[in-house]
């Protein structure tokens, strides 16, 4: 199975700041890596698909990048309701494996 | 207006068995792959299981294999797991999803989640 490792949690962020998240594959997964976001009791969100493509709806400060084994996810602009879990997952091959969680907190 | 409606989660006793159910309005469910995913307490999604528009493929993880098996009636624009042998370790909130072929499989609609609990 492909295994998915994301970056920690990073310190508490201040609205307006721009925050990034990593992904790493353990074998290549070309640009099959989506981004979700999930907030406590809901299910995830997706909002990138294809390593940097936007789902629609998504608001553009989310922004994605990264090929191969390294992936990046990047909020800029930090808004109040970005508080959430992110969550990478990797569509390349079967099992469709994701991160283990990267929460992103506002000061 | 998407939506998908989970039922059929609880509380079962370990070694006991449970079928999950999922209703789709606003897509096109019959050409649609489907899905089921679960997250125990604390952990990331974990994928489960898919099954192509017409029934007739179905893949599923090793850790269900054998004890889960997913299936649709399309007639019903329902989804269903049915889960056998169940344990500890498949307490989680299990969801149904679909992946989206445009969309480089990534699950692009969600149903808000069953909890199913196994405890003696």
């Known amino acids: 199975d492909i295994q998915m490792t994301q970056s920690p949690s990073p310190q508490p962020a201040f609205v307006g700041d721009r925050v990034s998240i990593t992904c790493r594959a353990s074998?290549?997964?070309?640009?099959?890596l989506n981004w979700y976001q999930q907030k406590p009791g809901k299910a995830p969100n997706l909002l990138i698909y294809?390593?940097?493509s936007l789902h629609s709806g998504v608001p553009s400060r989310f922004s994605g990048n990264g090929a191969g084994t390294d992936f990046t996810l990047t909020i800029s602009n930090l808004q109040p309701e970005d508080c959430a879990t992110y969550y990478c997952q990797q569509t390349n091959t079967t099992p469709w494996t994701f991160g283990q969680g990267t929460k992103v907190e506002i000061k | 207006q998407v939506q998908l409606v989970e039922s059929g989660g609880g509380l079962v006793k370990p070694g006991g068995s449970l079928r999950l159910s999922c209703v789709v309005s606003?897509?096109?469910?019959?050409?649609?792959?489907m899905a089921w995913l679960r997250q125990a307490p604390g952990k990331g999604p974990e994928w489960l299981a898919y099954?192509?528009?017409?029934?007739?493929?179905?893949y599923y993880a090793d850790s269900v294999r054998g004890r889960f098996s997913i299936s649709r009636d399309n007639t019903q624009n329902s989804l269903y797991l049915q889960m056998n042998s169940l344990g500890a370790e498949d307490t989680a909130v299990f969801y149904c999803?679909?992946?989206?072929?445009?969309?480089?499989?990534?699950?692009?609609?969600w149903g808000q989640g069953a909890l199913v609990t196994v405890s003696s």
């Open positions: 099954i192509s528009p017409s029934g007739g493929t179905r």
């Open positions: 606003g897509f096109t469910f019959s050409g649609s792959y």
């Open positions: 294809g390593a940097s």
């Open positions: 074998q290549s997964v070309s640009s099959d």
């Open positions: 999803a679909r992946p989206s072929q445009l969309r480089r499989w990534g699950f692009d609609y």
